[in-house]
């Protein structure tokens, strides 16, 4: 019987073309891994240039924490410390922007910076 010998060594036009394969899959995960879906439970990035594009207004009386981030100056610590205040003060805590200075780390000039991205009459249903 005769044996079969295989010759297992790669020639450079093979490992070339396998590292473009590898290359070419990296690529495509890497991409798919940067384009993925942001879940539940995970927090979103404030980018500034989103904050100056806010078109609507917020009402903090109402507003969740994720809404009022979006604020310009206001990080995760003073929006939760805004509904914290309006939870334990009431729906109608602020009724003016002015209101808002009694949040601890909230003063006069950031008042003025948010007067007009703020809304505090409530909708009719």
């Not at 993925?36 to 979103?44: D, F, K, N, V």
């Amino acid at each position: 019987m005769r044996r079969i010998r295989y010759d297992l060594t790669w020639r450079r036009a093979q490992v070339a073309a396998m590292l473009a394969v590898w290359a070419a899959g990296a690529t495509a995960l890497g991409w798919r891994w940067a384009d993925r879906p942001i879940q539940l439970g995970h927090s979103l990035p404030v980018m500034p240039q989103r904050v100056a594009a806010v078109t609507e207004k917020i009402n903090p009386n109402t507003a969740p924490v994720g809404s009022l981030r979006r604020l310009s100056g206001i990080g995760p610590v003073k929006a939760q410390a805004i509904a914290d205040y309006a939870a334990a003060h009431g729906r109608a805590a602020f009724r003016r922007p002015e209101d808002l200075a009694a949040v601890t780390g909230i003063g006069p000039g950031m008042v003025e910076r948010l007067r007009p991205y703020l809304v505090f009459a409530e909708k009719d249903n």
